[in-house]
Each structure stands twice: as C-alpha cells, then as structure tokens.
C-alpha cells in the first residue's frame, strides 16, 4: 500500500469517552461503535462497509485537541499493545 497524498479522500471520526477506557464512535452523527480501540475498530468498519484502503482516517477526541490519522489500510491493522509489566533485564 501507498501512503496517500494531501489530495486523497478522508473521513472524519469523533470519540467520546463513556467510560474508563471505553469509547464510543461517531461519523457524523452516525453511531459507529463503542470500543476500546476505536480507531482501529472503526477502520475495520468502514472497510467492511466498502471504503477504500487508500481513504484517510481522521480520529478527532471530543475535545478537538488530540487526533490520529492514517489510511484506513493501516489503520485497520492497527494494533493497541497490551500492557505488560515492567522487568529488568538480567545479564
């Protein structure tokens, strides 16, 4: 996959915090999902629904300061690591 030109289509989602964690998804006004990874859930949505892997995705947090963007191709791989505890590393 190539990685899209400023020209290329995008779609803009918002999130809003539900609860610790959990968010839910809109385009729109459109419902999409409630998730703990929402950008990558999303992707996989839109996807599925017949986007194009070479749209950009734009996820806008409901207080418009943060946001993440990546083709929907990337970002439905999109993986959140999950947290593993800290050790040190021994000789």
Do not use: K
């Amino acid at each position: 996959m190539t990685v899209p030109s400023l020209g290329d289509p995008s779609i803009e989602i918002t999130v809003h915090r539900r609860e610790a964690g959990v968010f839910d998804t809109y385009l729109g006004g459109r419902w999409l999902c409630t998730s703990a990874t929402p950008f990558r859930d999303s992707a996989i949505l839109l996807m599925a629904e017949g986007h194009a892997a070479g749209e950009v995705l734009v996820m806008v947090a409901e207080n418009r300061l943060d946001s993440l963007q990546a083709p929907l191709g990337y970002a439905e791989e999109f993986i959140t690591p999950l947290f593993v505890p800290w050790r040190p590393v021994c000789a």
